[in-house]
């Protein structure tokens, strides 16, 4: 195996596979990349078990410059491979394999020489295959993570919880994440048809896949098999396994009739959130009040230690009764980034059951709700 080529270009496709390879592992070999150079251009993948990604370089890349000599594959301790390549002193660098499956890496007059391992050695990538894959715009796949994998468990006392489900059924996909606290649900109406599916991604993967999609892609592939899925790009292959068990229903737990209403700017509403929890107990069981009363809606924040901060909001309209409520302000800053720069109308039934926030203008597709904290 011989090949050069540019060291950005290859430091970047490096970079992608290394999300996937973890600083111990229970397998020793799983902390190296696999690079395998085929005639067609080089091949790398990272796996840490539960997540396997697999890029690949193409030879008729301009950028990438490549001049394949001989093909073959080996296994290189992974961080120690992607320091060296970092830190080489030219645009280009030469890897070859040599006898005993030692590696020469160089660039200028930069020699390296690294024992490396047999590719055979290293696990084979799960099967996976679908008749009719799921495609997504790459934007708005990154969109429904962003706006519904900050809501997961992050206790491991319910592991269902610490994923994303994600429904396929009749043209329509729904993901919805839960941690029993909050929620947060988006729904796209899909146009071309796709086979149904039901599925509890880890948060952890989808926070690695987002960050690992291509920017210079448009679309991706979402495939499923057994208790793996894979999402698939012309250059890159992202494979996650799946949760075991049974995902709670949470259509039941989005209330439907309401006693109040308040729509916010969003954006100014977040500030005003930050500032009341300046002043709020800190830790989980912070906890800010609103009130909402015909003489105008008020913000409060509180802290024996530190003293109290209240605040008159600005509003676009109210409508029901008089309201009073209690929330954690970790959750609410959380659904309002979320929403980013829309207008928020935020649903109440009553001081002691879940409410719900959803954009001024959306018609369902995306809500979120917040179970309110109970005091005395």
Do not use: C, W
């Amino acid at each position: 195996m011989k090949v050069t080529l540019n060291r950005s270009i290859f430091m970047q496709e490096l970079q992608t596979a290394l999300r996937a390879i973890p600083g111990k592992a229970t397998m020793p070999i799983l902390t190296g990349v696999k690079m395998e150079l085929t005639p067609d251009g080089i091949y790398l993948t990272g796996s840490d078990a539960d997540v396997s990604i697999e890029t690949f370089l193409s030879k008729e890349s301009e950028k990438a410059q490549m001049q394949i000599e001989q093909t073959g594959s080996v296994v290189i301790q992974a961080r120690f491979f992607n320091e060296i390549v970092r830190r080489l002193p030219e645009d280009t660098l030469t890897i070859e394999l040599l006898s005993n499956q030692q590696v020469s890496i160089t660039s200028g007059e930069a020699n390296f020489v690294v024992a490396g391992l047999s590719a055979s050695e290293y696990p084979q990538l799960p099967e996976v295959s679908s008749a009719t894959p799921l495609k997504l715009p790459i934007p708005l796949l990154n969109q429904v993570i962003a706006e519904t994998v900050f809501a997961v468990s992050t206790q491991e006392t319910r592991p269902i919880l610490t994923g994303v489900h994600f429904i396929l059924e009749e043209n329509q996909l729904t993901a919805v994440a839960t941690d029993s606290h909050r929620l947060s649900q988006r729904v796209i109406p899909l146009e071309e048809a796709a086979a149904n599916f039901d599925m509890v991604i880890p948060g952890k993967s989808l926070v690695e896949l987002s960050r690992s999609l291509p920017e210079h892609e448009e679309f991706v592939e979402i495939s499923i098999m057994d208790n793996q899925v894979m999402f698939t790009t012309s250059t890159m292959k992202f494979y996650s396994r799946l949760l075991e068990g049974n995902y709670p229903d949470t259509r039941r737990l989005i209330p439907t009739n309401f006693e109040t209403s308040i729509t916010f700017n969003g954006p100014q509403f977040l500030q005003s959130v930050e500032r009341a929890s300046l002043l709020s107990n800190e830790g989980r069981y912070s906890i800010i009040r609103l009130s909402i009363t015909n003489e105008g809606v008020m913000l409060y924040g509180r802290s024996p230690e530190l003293g109290k901060v209240e605040e008159r909001l600005s509003y676009e309209k109210v409508e029901g009764e008089p309201l009073e409520i209690s929330f954690n302000p970790e959750y609410m800053k959380a659904a309002l980034r979320a929403f980013k720069d829309s207008q928020i109308v935020i649903r109440f039934l009553s001081a002691v059951r879940p409410f719900i926030l959803e954009p001024a203008e959306d018609n369902g597709n995306f809500v979120q709700l917040i179970t309110p904290v109970r005091t005395n």
